[in-house]
């Protein structure tokens, strides 16, 4: 089609043509194409946090131009329906197509098309066209897999969990690369998957299954060991329903505080964060300090730290841990670690509902919904709502082993033999916030572990694993050290063969306008000041 045709297309100069007809089915295995819309979109603009993409556009992203190419396709016999998005940027876009792919990961359970679609989004707003997912089953929130987790009452649908779980990603990646080739007249020259929490998951997941299907894999806060973590993340609430005391807010909010003003100096630098998650663990006992007095906002009134709130903070920050018969301690699952917002908003793992209208606080347990979800639609098989309140530790472990059982295979995203992406020569930048409470760090860090155990030599040639002190899950928190570059990072190993073996990091700006500015060392390293020079400043740390 010569120039003039193509303006004809959409009616505008010098764009590529934006029109269904000129945009042919893809060459898929095993799958049937349903239909395809093209829509050209201009002036469009939409926040998009770090969830979603490590570069964030806030308040939003500026006015983007690009074809939003939407495609529907089938696994014959599956009686499953998938869309997949491709945004590809116009001539006229604040970017130009910069020559590259990039595939967008989800969250939750929402395989992808998140928070409206704001890591497309920011693709775009970088110049690359981007494809993401909906997996089959769009969801309404990140939490509610009620429209496709059951065939029937007491039925899974495996086949949409597969979705769920890696098949649809490998789809769209093919989907995403064909019709950017066919629309640009040329192949991508480079390809990115980006994602974190569940999109972490995602990227870990293609990268073990599907190596060649991208260069590079950014994952950050993974959810790995998928059919396990969310069984052991209860554990602190079935804990607090087998003590029969659920603590409010203001109480474990203590308890973080008092580990913090104990721990944060580990590392020799007091910055409001703990750098040294094991050695806080040698430094401050929750149940040393019960008894002690603290004032609680929410009820405008002094009340104690209680040993049953102690035992409860600790089964959170220390893990799941059993004895064998023969007395022996034995570890079921990590902890998170001392610094996280144990209580507060739907995403916090400790979290408790309270009534405080007899002037005492009445708390009840309220897990978070995904953990929730994960019991009710996939091990209970249910419609109906779990209570946690009868769920007891012995029912949680025959739960945990009911999941391995069940879904191992198909989403655990745990294989640490990754010598397909080795000899694919694609790359892995993976990171994790020390304060995420949502998906433990040490999760990630046994990975990578597992991953360097198996092929010690070589591992460096494909992977790196960085640690964010102070960052919650996938990039909240004020005092966190975010690296705010780490995309970059990745295209740099993939493209210039630049190894990273540090990333700059930086908190958001205090009252005073003024960030601590710190780099992230390759694990098993950390940043360690040097002992002179501003504390605020990178260049005053060395990884060691």
């Known amino acids: 089609m010569d120039s003039l045709a193509r303006s004809l297309a959409i009616g505008v100069p010098g764009l590529e043509p934006c029109v269904a007809s000129s945009i042919p089915f893809p060459v898929l295995h095993g799958a049937e194409f349903l239909g395809v819309e093209a829509n050209w979109v201009t002036n469009f603009t939409t926040p998009v946090s770090r969830v979603l993409f490590p570069e964030p556009f806030l308040p939003s992203t500026p006015p983007l131009s690009f074809c939003n190419v939407t495609l529907a396709h089938t696994h014959p016999g599956l009686h499953d329906r998938i869309l997949t998005q491709v945004w590809l940027p116009m001539d006229d876009n604040v970017v130009p197509w910069n020559g590259q792919f990039v595939g967008v990961g989800g969250g939750g359970f929402q395989t992808g098309l998140l928070g409206g679609s704001g890591g497309s989004a920011a693709a775009v707003a970088l110049g690359y066209s981007a494809v993401t997912t909906d997996g089959g089953h769009t969801v309404e929130n990140i939490g509610d897999p009620s429209k496709w987790a059951l065939a029937s009452e007491g039925n899974v649908n495996m086949h949409a969990l597969q979705n769920f779980a890696s098949v649809s990603l490998a789809d769209a990646a093919v989907i995403g690369k064909s019709v950017t080739a066919q629309f640009y007249n040329r ?26 299907l991208y260069d590079g894999y950014l994952s950050g806060a993974p959810a790995l060991y998928f059919s396990e973590f969310l069984v052991t993340m209860l554990r602190g609430q079935v804990r607090m329903a087998e003590l029969g005391y659920a603590p409010p807010p203001c109480e474990m909010a203590e308890f973080t505080r008092r580990a913090v003003a104990a721990c944060d100096a580990l590392d020799g630098v007091e910055d409001g964060i703990i750098s040294e998650p094991e050695m806080c663990f040698e430094t401050f006992d929750p149940r040393k300090v019960v008894g002690a007095e603290f004032e609680c906002a929410e009820l405008g009134k002094k009340l104690m730290l209680s040993d049953k709130g102690a035992d409860i903070v600790m089964t959170f920050w220390d893990g799941w841990k059993e004895r064998d018969e023969d007395g022996n301690e034995k570890r ?14 739907i995403f916090t793992i400790a979290r408790t509902e309270c009534d405080y209208s007899t002037g005492e606080p009445r708390c009840q347990p309220a897990p978070f919904q995904i953990y929730m979800q994960w019991l009710q639609y996939f091990l209970y098989a249910t419609n109906q709502p779990i209570d946690i309140t009868k769920i007891t530790t012995a029912e949680l ?19 640490p033999d990754l010598s397909g992406l080795r000899e694919a020569g694609g790359k892995v930048l993976m990171w994790h916030g020390l304060s995420d409470g949502v998906i433990p760090f040490n999760q990630s860090r046994r990975y990578y572990e597992d991953v360097v155990a198996f092929d010690q030599k070589r591992v460096d040639e494909y992977m790196r694993y960085f640690e964010a002190p102070g960052v919650d899950h996938c990039g909240g928190g004020p005092e966190g050290l975010f690296p705010h570059t780490i995309f970059q990072a990745l295209k740099d190993w993939v493209e210039k063969g630049k190894k990273p073996e540090t990333l700059p990091a930086q908190t958001e700006p205090d009252a005073g306008g003024l960030r601590w500015q710190r780099m992230l060392c390759n694990h098993p390293k950390r940043a360690k000041y040097d002992g002179k020079g501003d504390v605020r400043v990178a260049a005053s740390y060395s990884c060691k």
């Open 332 to 345: 079921i699952w990590d902890g998170t670690g001392h610094q996280i917002h144990l209580n507060g908003d």
């Open 397 to 415: 472990g025959r739960l945990l082993q009911k999941s391995r059982q069940l879904y191992d295979s198909a989403i655990r995203t745990a294989d």
């Open 187 to 212: 192949e991508a020259d480079r390809s990115y998957f980006v994602g974190c929490s569940t999109g972490g998951r995602q990227a870990l997941m293609l990268a073990q299954r599907y190596p060649r």
